[in-house]
């Protein structure tokens, strides 16, 4: 079963179980007149109102302050009087009564955390007024590894709280897996940024400054003002905060990369660009359009004899904005370009197309991968779509 799945499984037992939590609470009072539906869809209500304000601290991950934020929704779905969360080590946070029991908790819990076994046990409380006098603990387990423990007390010993106790667990562990998720997305991708920026050639970084210098003694603004672009174009492809970036400050980083070749190749290289303004605050992922002008520039310009165009289009497509890059130059056999996107073109070839279609595919889904035309000769054109909105993705 699937990560979504299982969430969804887990998400209708709480449900069932919130449910009849509530009804039975609401059977036993008068309803109020204010009261809207009836108890069930009111129990439901709730239900998923609870869990919802719980969940966004444990995508954080199991830490003191997730804990503390979600304890006391975790302890409303249960109805218990007192719950508990640890980690592998401490206790993270005590809500409801008998605190006092928290410094116990790590000796009754050592063996479940060895074995990943649900456990029960008396609470041995020497303090008459106390009403915890049993609890029951599940093992919070994210990929077969025991991160910590959620105990649920009550004062007396419940197999409806032992099995509510298990499904609201299991529920956590699903938010908790999520949390690795995005952590391991994020690291994926910051992965991936370094390889792009390791990409960019230390051959281009020594000819742009060797053209700067070329014009330092015949024309010295131009010099300047291309000093300025690098210095730019430098600072945004190292830039060390946000994944993602606007199609504006993407474009503005190609023009200025440009710039530095043309410095280089002067007449030999020529450039139409068209940019629809309406399509300038579009998001995308950092670096995403670079590497595949760079592509452009290698194979359009660096291998062949005589002057090359470039055309760079950004234009509206209803609730896409489409982006086409285009050259003139030696084009690539299909197949040899398929033997790429599928990584199997060596560690020196086609990092940059690879590299943008994975990050293209696992933000937007597959249907948003590059599509690429090329031929021996016939030059290359790259289209790549990007959604004008998609949750997750703001430009920093």
Not at 167 to 172: G, L
Request: hydrophobic letters at 45%; one cysteine or more; aromatic letters at 6%.
């Amino acid at each position: 079963m699937t990560g979504a799945g299982y969430a969804a499984v887990v998400l209708l037992v709480l449900l069932l179980l919130g449910a009849g939590f509530l009804l039975g609470r609401r059977t036993a009072r008068p309803v109020r007149t204010s009261d809207v539906g009836t108890p069930v869809e009111h129990a439901t209500f709730e239900t998923l109102h609870t869990a919802s304000l719980a969940a966004p601290p444990l995508r954080a991950g199991l830490t003191e302050e997730s804990a503390r934020k979600s304890a006391r929704g975790l302890r409303s779905l249960l109805g218990t009087d007192a719950l508990c969360l640890t980690d592998s080590d401490r206790v993270l946070v005590w809500d409801g009564a008998g605190e006092h029991h928290g410094r116990h908790v790590m000796d009754q819990v050592r063996g479940l955390l060895a074995s990943g076994r649900d456990t029960a046990f008396a609470s041995d409380c020497d303090d008459l007024d106390c009403p915890l006098r049993w609890a029951v603990a599940v093992p919070l387990t994210v990929d077969h590894r025991v991160l910590g423990t959620l105990i649920a007390y009550a004062p007396r010993e419940s197999a409806v709280l032992a099995r509510a106790a298990g499904e609201v667990a299991r529920w956590v562990c699903v938010q908790l897996e999520l949390a690795e998720l995005d952590r391991s997305r994020t690291q994926l991708i910051e992965a991936e940024i370094r390889a792009l920026r390791a990409q960019i050639s230390p051959h281009f970084i020594f000819n742009s400054l060797a053209a700067i210098a070329s014009f330092v003694r015949t024309d010295p603004e131009q010099a300047r003002e291309l000093l300025l672009e690098f210095a730019d174009f430098t600072r945004y492809s190292f830039r060390s905060h946000g994944d993602f970036t606007t199609l504006a400050d993407e474009l503005h980083s190609i023009d200025q990369y440009l710039a530095l070749v043309r410095a280089r190749f002067g007449d030999r290289l020529a450039v139409t660009l068209q940019v629809a303004p309406e399509v300038l605050p579009v998001a995308l992922p950092f670096l995403c359009l670079q590497p595949l002008v760079e592509n452009a520039v290698k194979h359009g310009l660096e291998g062949a004899v005589t002057s090359s165009r470039i055309t760079i289009s950004a234009l509206d497509a209803g609730s896409e904005a489409e982006v086409v890059i285009e050259d003139d130059g030696t084009g690539m056999d299909p197949e040899r370009l398929r033997h790429i996107l599928r990584g199997e073109g060596g560690k020196s070839t086609g990092i940059g197309l690879l590299n943008v279609d994975e990050r293209l595919r696992q933000v937007y889904g597959d249907d948003y991968g590059l599509v690429i035309e090329t031929g021996i000769g016939a030059g290359m054109k790259i289209t790549v779509r990007l959604p004008k909105y998609r949750a997750g993705v703001h430009g920093s």
